[in-house]
Nanobody, 124 residues
Framework: QVQLVESGGGTVQPGGSLRLSCVASGVTLNDYAIGWFRQAPGKERESISCISMSIDFTYYAPSVEGRFTISRDKAKNTVYLQMNNLNSEDTADYYC?????????????????WGQGTHVTVSS
């Protein structure tokens, strides 16, 4: 049984930073592409980042490019999302997910296991 657990969310001021973690059990994250998604109140879920089976290949949505960094710690079976220079538009529930693909995809229906989410609020 695949289980993904996100953590690291919280409330920060604009310009602040957070690091989200996605810890896996039941799978070895080294063997899958991993996506980060977010869903803001009243909005659809959107893909914001992905890391392929190879750590050399990553994807970032234009809304987070240059501010967010995805990374993998193979020894800890964990994927991170470092979020810098946060603004109010980053307020959302954040989810990690695994796909059977070895390469990155932004299609939510390509992902077959999801974490429970962690909430981020950016507010003054």
């Amino acid at each position: 049984q695949v289980q993904l657990v996100e953590s690291g969310g919280g409330t920060v001021q604009p310009g602040g930073s957070l690091r989200l973690s996605c810890v896996a059990s039941g799978v070895t994250l080294n063997d899958y592409a991993i996506g980060w998604f977010r869903q803001a109140p009243g909005k659809e879920r959107e893909s914001i980042s992905c890391i392929s089976m190879s750590i050399d290949f990553t994807y970032y949505a234009p809304s987070v490019e240059g501010r967010f960094t995805i990374s993998r710690d193979k020894a800890k079976n964990t994927v991170y999302l470092q979020m810098n220079n946060l603004n109010s538009e980053d307020t959302a529930d954040y989810y990690c997910a695994t796909t059977a693909f070895s390469g990155c995809t932004t299609r939510q229906y390509d992902y077959n296991a999801w974490g429970q989410g962690t909430h981020v609020t950016v507010s003054s």
